[in-house]
Antibody, heavy 121, light 109 residues
Framework: EVQLVQSGAEVKKPGESLKISCEGS????????IAWVRHMPGKGLQWMGI????????IYSPSFQGQVTISADKSISTAYLQWSSLKASDTAMYYC??????????????WGQGTLVTVSS | SYELTQPPSVSVSPGQTARITCSGD??????AYWYQQKSGQAPVLVIY???KRPSGIPERFSGSSSGTMATLTISGAQVEDEADYYC????????????FGTGTKVTVL
């Protein structure tokens, strides 16, 4: 059964760094794009960016460009989302989702369970 | 930046039809996708490429698109359809950045 398994919840302080992960099981991450989606408390979904683990080609939303880094290690079927200096406003649930296409037919058929990131002093 | 606009809320009685709209300037050229998100759960794809239904999604969910507006229709809404619904599409720039709509809370009561 295809699954995207995300790393566990994190509690961090402002200014700290963080890297969360999304591992694909029962399929090769290399053949699909992986997107990251933010869901802030009480707000809507936000598309952050998408990566093709096969060659690490990455597209960022202008809203998140320079704020986060999306990466992948195809050898272990894992994609990552990282911050170098967290802010309280980064508090949110973060989802990864896979798509066969990274262009204008992005189609997220499987989603991770979500990683809750809490940033508080 | 590109935006997709949805009504904040739609209310419907069980068995009636709910229609959720999604407005965006690039929709005449780009596909719309629809996701259902129930409280505390990850989103689920219910419509792709404007009007196609994934395997396992009930037939009461249908989609259409005309001009700058895409529409998700729930025909004969059930109590279990109560959720937030988001449209999704890509902008018309070369990078095909993705954008979710503002979201619609569907209440079935």
């Amino acid at each position: 059964e295809v699954q995207l398994v995300q790393s566990g919840a994190e509690v961090k302080k402002p200014g700290e760094s963080l890297k969360i992960s999304c591992e694909g099981s029962d399929y090769s991450l290399t053949n699909y794009w992986i997107a990251w989606v933010r869901h802030m408390p009480g707000k809507g979904l936000q598309w952050m960016g998408i990566i093709y683990p096969g060659d690490s080609h990455t597209i960022y939303s202008p809203s998140f460009q320079g704020q986060v880094t999306i990466s992948a290690d195809k050898s272990i079927s894992t994609a990552y989302l990282q911050w170098s200096s967290l802010k309280a406003s980064d508090t949110a649930m973060y989802y990864c989702a896979r798509s066969l296409d990274g262009g204008d037919r992005q189609n997220f058929d499987y989603w991770g369970q979500g990683t809750l990131v809490t940033v508080s002093s | 930046s590109y935006e997709l606009t949805q009504p904040p809320s739609v209310s419907v009685s069980p068995g009636q039809t709910a229609r959720i709209t999604c407005s965006g300037d690039a929709l005449p050229k780009k596909y719309a996708y629809w996701y259902q998100q129930k409280s505390g759960q990850a989103p689920v794809l219910v419509i792709y490429e404007d009007s196609k239904r994934p395997s396992g999604i009930p037939e009461r969910f249908s989609g259409s698109s005309s001009g700058t507006m895409a529409t998700l229709t729930i025909s004969g809404a059930q109590v279990e359809d109560e959720a937030d619904y988001y449209c999704f599409s890509t902008d018309s720039s070369g990078d095909h950045g993705g954008v979710f709509g503002t979201g619609t809370k569907v209440t079935v009561l």
